[in-house]
């Protein structure tokens, strides 16, 4: 069989990411692994319910060694490029594929999750800048002190304002892996009718157990459980 | 019964489009909505005014040629159905309903309601085909199908290639239509031989056509007059990455 399809480019990266699906596969694989960055952040934080020394002892041990953490974060950094930039053009692809839009559209078959993808996105990585700012930098956190991360927890948390907008881009993130979560694995073909019910709640479970365990840190704080 | 009609009317590509509002007063409960709008039409030829243009052929959901939007919901309210398949009891007495042609860039306007659809023509003719010699009919169960495989082949078969999956998107993504067609060939062992290419070629194909990617939200499963389901995506993503690995790269083969 020759290869005469129509716009076939050379070369089978090139090609897979100049198509749609492509991007779409890109986007399920990175999203899937920074999930998995986000499920164990997660899992990680609940050990400030276990006071400032094991807490702290979990931060320092994270940086044992310098390499190991530089290359999670230049991974994770590379996901969030991808997934960004596959974002984009597939954003500004849907514009060009319809150029007129409806008069009166009327959405029947979709959850609210999944038609705010292209909103929860942003503001998800708008905190994740600030959270970095305020939580690992330590540049917009006032009583920041370099390797007290009990202390810097508590600190910022116990600002209102900074707890609300944490649980505010919490419940995005809920959303975002409650559609995205299910949504990878047919964008890399690995669904099928007899499981899609069953990765649908799985998909829902593990948005609430990952929006319970975050959320769990501020109302600790702020109750005064964690201090 | 009566219903007020706000239709989209549009000469041609080239003109601008604007919605009219009709008032069709004796509306039998009985009629589907293209006979709805035949009642019209005969009423603006009476009155020497130019009908309202819509697609139509078999008038009984299985031809695929009608489909318009009908308040912002492809083929409207009823699940499961295409227009002509739609009785006008659904509705309630003196309702408005807003008629909108497909909105796409691959679907471009010919007029009033109807749209040409082409592309879908062109995504087949890249590879939703078996190559096999024809002659005189195999015996009948010469190749064994579990009948498991017969039956989501056969589901996926049912595409009519309406493009409501398209309108209802809204990327305006034919991921529905084009993962039928790979799923219902590529599901059954006469389609094995050519799955890879298949799935390379018709993707590419829809792709070049402006059709939008596809995110999974469910909007065209839900307005389907066939109810194909979104796994047939998945199955389309599967063998167009699995193809684009395996298939020889231009100038390899």
């Known amino acids: ?227 | 019964m009566r219903l007020i009609l706000r239709i989209w009317r549009q000469k041609n590509r080239n003109t601008k489009g604007k919605f009219a509002r009709y008032e069709v007063n004796d509306v039998n409960p009985d009629m589907s909505m293209l006979e709805c709008l035949d009642v019209l039409n005969e009423d603006l030829a009476r009155r020497g005014k130019e009908p309202v243009a819509f697609e139509h052929d078999c008038r009984e959901g299985i031809c695929g040629s009608c489909g318009f939007m009908i308040n912002g919901v492809a083929h409207g309210p009823l699940s499961g159905t295409t227009v002509c398949q739609l009785t006008m009891r659904h509705f309630k007495d003196g309702e408005e309903l807003i008629l909108e042609p497909w909105r796409a860039r691959a679907f471009p306007l010919v007029k009033d309601l109807a749209v040409d659809r082409n592309a879908f023509d062109r995504i087949i003719a890249a590879g939703g085909y078996i190559s096999i010699s024809t002659g005189s009919a195999p015996d009948g169960n010469a190749i064994p199908v579990s009948k498991e495989r017969a039956d989501a082949a056969m589901d996926a078969a049912q595409c009519i290639g309406c493009g409501a999956c398209v309108a209802a998107c809204p990327n305006a993504s034919a991921s529905l239509f084009t993962g039928a067609k790979i799923t219902h060939l590529g599901l059954l062992p006469q389609g094995q031989p050519e799955r890879d290419l298949r799935a390379v070629r018709m993707v590419t194909q829809m792709n070049l056509e402006q059709f939008g990617q596809c995110t999974n939200i469910g909007e065209c499963v839900a307005v389907c007059p066939k109810l194909i389901p979104i796994e047939v995506i998945g199955r389309m993503n599967h063998d167009y990455i699995a193809g684009s690995m395996r298939e020889p790269e231009a100038g390899e083969a």
């Open chain 1, 1 to 227: 069989m020759s290869s005469i399809a129509i716009g076939l480019r050379e070369n089978k990266a090139v090609r897979l990411w100049d198509s749609t699906n492509g991007k779409k596969a890109v986007m399920a694989v990175s999203g899937f692994i920074l999930f998995l960055f986000v499920l164990g952040h997660m899992l990680g934080n609940l050990q400030v319910f276990e006071g400032p020394a094991q807490f702290n002892r979990y931060a320092q041990l994270l940086r044992t060694l310098p390499e190991g953490l530089w290359a999670v974060r230049i991974i994770l950094l590379i996901m969030v490029v991808l997934h960004i930039v596959a974002a984009v053009q597939l954003a500004l692809r849907k514009r060009t594929a319809r150029p007129i839009g409806y008069a009166k559209r009327k959405p029947i078959g979709s959850t609210y999750a999944s038609r705010t993808m292209y909103w929860s996105g942003p503001i998800i990585f708008a905190f994740i800048v600030y959270h970095l700012l305020d939580l690992t930098s330590g540049n917009l956190n006032p009583n920041f002190i370099e390797g007290d991360v009990y202390h810097n927890v508590i600190a910022s948390f116990s600002n209102p304002f900074v707890s609300a907008w944490y649980i505010f881009a919490m419940v995005l993130l809920a959303f975002h892996l409650r559609h995205g979560l299910w949504s990878m694995f047919n964008s890399l073909g690995l669904t099928h009718p007899r499981y899609t019910p069953a990765l649908r709640r799985a998909a829902t479970f593990f948005a609430v157990v990952i929006f319970l365990g975050f959320i769990s840190v501020p109302i600790g704080v702020l109750t005064g459980i964690v201090k």
